[in-house]
């Protein structure tokens, strides 16, 4: 069966099991990547997407103020070590979203990417995550999801078949007894197949096993996604976003490194870039107010940050609540008027030609739509 008669077949399938037969595109041939990238440690969206223009930033801020943001408009500008991102910005391949946050409203960080990744309204109300559920939803046709993760983060686990990548800790087995273990397996038709696959994977990773900086880390992830028959949608973990203190020099690295895995991801994705989402999110936020020791503490809305040329870009969507002190969530942080789940089901369904209630419903229960969340991903050419 071809993937275009399949498609049509998953699609009327996937209408009856949807019980509502509103997936828009599920009959129409899509090559569409999907990848998510997690900050874990609750990312300072207050210094990635400067509010610059907010009379109480700088008060709030202090010695943290970035005082030379990238301006997006007239009221928020880009961190100055997200220069690869800019460029996105100014091709309308990057968006960016402001004071925007999941259910979540404690700040513990095991809580709070617990809530992000399964997708539930409380911590650990469900045992499977939203990415796997969203996996569950497209037809499956070629590949499979993949984690760039020593074990598979809750997010890609669930029903739906996944497998994770992450290069060894033990010492590289010596290229000659690689040679006669596959020698081994030339006559065994399965175990053959699953040696050469892994020999490809290695081959793929190797770079990475070697250098484990941030540009390394999505051209690998391009190099699984860029090729016919390899995965549609990956999840790639980040660490260290929670500065508590030294945030100046902290977060511009971190943001640098984030910088460089996306335009690694675009650059390794070639023509395929056109038809990818990347979708950057981070557990809660941080507090409006610098600390005493040069950082910042755990707080509730953040940014999310979108690139791909697939995105429908060139803009920063907020619902600005502002800094003032009355504005402040619990008068300490800045307070969220977009939903992350929402956001994060409108990109999906969007990116796959899927019906954005559907996929709200399935990937988010108890969530809820937001008119102001659309038109995120360009609809695919037929």
Known sequence: MKRRQFLTFAGVGLGSMLIAPRIVFANVETDRRFVFIIQRGAADGLNTIVPYADSA????????????????????????SLTGLRKLHRDKQALFVHAVASPYRERSHFDGQNVLESGGASPYERKDGWLNRLVGMLPKSRGEAIAFAPTIPLALRGRADVTSYAPSALPEAPDDLMMRVGKLYDADEQLHALWSSAMETRALGAVSAQRKDAANVGRTAAGFLSKADGPRVAMIETSGWDTHSGQQGRLANQLRALDALIDALRAGLGDVWRD?????ATEFGRTAAANGTGGTDHGTASAALLAGGAVNGGRVLADWPGLSTGALHQGRDLAPTLDLDALIAVTAAETF??????????????????????????????
């Open 57 to 80: 930033y700088r008060a709030l801020r202090g010695s943290l103020t970035i005082d030379n943001p990238i301006k997006l408009d007239g009221t928020f500008g880009l961190h100055p």
């Open 276 to 280: 990818t989402t990347v979708l950057v």
């Open 353 to 382: 030609g899927l019906d954005p209630q559907e996929t709200m419903r399935t990937l988010f229960a108890g969530g809820r739509s937001n008119v102001a969340i659309s038109d995120i991903v360009h609809k695919q050419a037929g």
